[in-house]
């Protein structure tokens, strides 16, 4: 009975995250859109905040240990606030409209992405040394 119940307040973790994350990346949207700024800005905002997210989810122990934590924060707000097919969508635009504007864009997203990664990883790394 007691796997269960975690499975559902996985799923609800998994959810309410999902919902918040998503909620989030379109009001990012809104505001560079309100900024005049391409849609792919936005989308490269919020993957490399979520980059980093994860990054310092993942140099965490209550993350490793707290199933419910991982959902809510990973899989759901995370995976909501990120977005993979949208950079692809992007991609293929902007390879037929400015295939230059498509290389700098990729270089960022990818670039920014594992750089934000590794600075999440390290400042877990540095917290749970100091603490």
Request: glycine share 12%; proline share 2%.
């Amino acid at each position: 009975e007691r796997r269960f119940f975690m499975t559902w307040w996985i799923l609800a973790a998994v959810g309410a995250g999902g919902a918040a994350g998503s909620l989030l990346r379109y009001a990012v949207g809104r505001w560079m859109a309100s900024r005049n700024r391409p849609a792919f800005h936005a989308t490269l905002l919020v993957n490399t905040i979520g980059s980093f997210g994860v990054g310092l989810l993942a140099g965490t122990q209550a993350a490793a240990d707290d199933p419910v934590l991982s959902a809510l924060l990973g899989t759901g707000f995370l995976g909501g606030l990120t977005t993979y097919s949208t950079l692809n969508v992007q991609k293929v635009l902007l390879w037929r409209s400015d295939r230059r504007r498509l290389f700098r864009y990729a270089a960022a997203a990818y670039g920014f992405g594992a750089l934000a990664l590794a600075a999440g990883l390290e400042l877990a790394r540095l917290a749970a040394f100091n603490g």
